[in-house]
């Protein structure tokens, strides 16, 4: 603990002395999101990314994540704790095979969950995050064929609310997807009384017997805005540092994850690789600093630009 204490006072000097701002997803450990300038889901993240007047970013989340901070500031340096932080919805989608799938649907417009490659992005019309994909899709013709990708869950949950016309890349995530069912009933057995709110990566199950599905920024104002006493809460455990931060007197319990988890709850292995001393480290040497090629920066940067253009 005396040693996190000198990393984090290192940590704000560094800070300091180089102009640089630190951004954090909710699913980071809860030191990291105590000591960040802002906090966040991805759409709140993005924006952030594309106002600071930063320097430097240091992007305490995953590799998409930092990545769409270049795209948006490509004058910034963007540096991530650890390179190795990817996620499993951007793995399940290389750029040659998405070229070859959208090329088969030449009719249809492209929109991509922003947790993509920014080649991907490069490929796409429109990004969207889970507080705006809604909004987005509805904002288009009714009569628009719509490619979705890369995560299943969330397009088939976007497809039912807005009855669109869309064809889904069969991505997932493999945290979302790990919440199990039998654990999950038995849970809701024992808490009558409990509200079940899940993020729409979760499997249509989940999504269908849910009380409230939304982004993680929308889970979070959900419980300080309701009036009940007692959610499980089906998304990745990290999002409870805050959601106790808010609603200490509330009664939170994190969805069961399967016994393929080596944690009881959902936990994403690649956001747990954020460690203080990966963010002091990243912050000092200035690195493993983000790039982007400029040929797909500029193409990612209009998907990214239209996205946040509509979500105003
Ligand atoms: P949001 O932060 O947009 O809710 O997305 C959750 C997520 O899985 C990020 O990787
Ligand atoms: Fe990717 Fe899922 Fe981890 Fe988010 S929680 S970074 S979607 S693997």
Redesign the pocket.
């Known amino acids: 603990i005396a040693a996190d204490l000198d990393l984090i006072e290192e940590i704000n000097r560094l800070k300091k002395e180089k102009n640089a701002v630190i951004l954090a997803h909710y699913?980071v450990d809860g030191a990291i999101q105590d000591l960040a300038d802002y906090i966040g889901d991805s759409l709140g993240l993005s924006q952030q990314a594309a106002a600071t007047p930063a320097d430097m970013i240091v992007f305490c989340g995953?590799h998409f994540m930092g990545e769409t901070a270049k795209v948006l500031s490509p004058q910034k340096k963007v540096v991530i704790p650890d390179l190795n932080a990817g996620?499993?919805?951007?793995d399940s989608a290389p750029a040659d095979k998405f070229a070859a799938f959208k090329a088969q649907h030449p009719d249809h417009i492209v929109i991509s969950y922003i947790?993509c490659s920014a080649e991907i992005k490069a490929l796409t019309d429109i990004v969207c995050t889970s507080s705006n994909a809604l909004h987005i899709v509805n904002s288009l013709p009714k009569d628009q064929k719509i490619i979705f990708a890369p995560d299943a869950n969330l397009g088939r949950y976007v497809a039912q609310k807005t009855g669109r016309d869309m064809v889904l890349w069969d991505g997932a995530?493999?945290?979302?997807i790990d919440i199990s069912r039998e654990k999950l009933q038995k849970l809701r057995e024992e808490n009558p009384d409990a509200l079940l709110i899940a993020h729409p990566?979760c499997k249509e199950d989940i999504l269908l017997q849910a009380d409230f599905v939304s982004s993680t920024t929308g889970l979070l104002k959900f419980v300080e805005t309701s009036d009940h006493q007692k959610f499980i809460v089906a998304t990745?455990a990290g999002i409870l540092h805050k959601m106790k931060q808010a609603v200490p007197h509330k009664k939170l319990i994190p969805a069961p994850a399967t016994d393929n988890n080596t944690c009881a709850c959902s936990e994403?292995p690649?956001?747990k690789m954020n460690t203080l001393e990966k963010v002091y480290n990243a912050l000092l040497y200035e690195q493993p600093e983000i790039i982007v090629p400029e040929d797909i920066r500029l193409k990612a940067y209009d998907s990214v630009a239209r996205m946040l253009e509509l979500s105003k």
């Open positions: 699913y995953v996620c499993s919805l951007a947790n995530c493999i945290v979302h990566e990745e994403c690649y956001m």
